[in-house]
Nanobody, 123 residues
Framework: QVRLVESGGGSVQTGWSLTLSCAASGITFSGYCMSWFRQAPGNEREKVANIWPSGSSVAYTDSVKGRFTISRDSAKNTLYLQMNSLKSEDSAMYYC????????????????WGQGTQVTVSS
């Protein structure tokens, strides 16, 4: 059984930092592209960041470049998202996603989803 379990969300103020974690089980972690998506109320789910199976390449949506860092620890089967300089527009439910072999261009290509962790940023 595949499980992706996110943690680390919370309510913070503008400019603060949070680190999200996603513990994966039931998959060969090193074979999957891991991603963070987010969805705010009334909006579509959007991709925030990808990290390739090897960990050698990462990609970010423009709005988080320079502020967010995605990383993975294959020994712990865990994905991370370090979020700095948080803004109110970063408020959303954040989802961990696993896609076999290749990084997804969108939500349709994801193989597995976590349940999400809420991030709320207020001024």
């Amino acid at each position: 059984q595949v499980r992706l379990v996110e943690s680390g969300g919370g309510s913070v103020q503008t400019g603060w930092s949070l680190t999200l974690s996603c513990a994966a089980s039931g998959i060969t972690f090193s074979g999957y592209c891991m991603s963070w998506f987010r969805q705010a109320p009334g909006n579509e789910r959007e991709k925030v960041a990808n990290i390739w199976p090897s960990g050698s390449s990462v990609a970010y949506t423009d709005s988080v470049k320079g502020r967010f860092t995605i990383s993975r620890d294959s020994a712990k089967n865990t994905l991370y998202l370090q979020m700095n300089s948080l803004k109110s527009e970063d408020s959303a439910m954040y989802y961990c996603a696993a896609t076999y072999s290749r990084c997804p261009s969108g939500t349709n290509f994801v193989d597995y989803w976590g349940q999400g962790t809420q991030v709320t940023v207020s001024s």
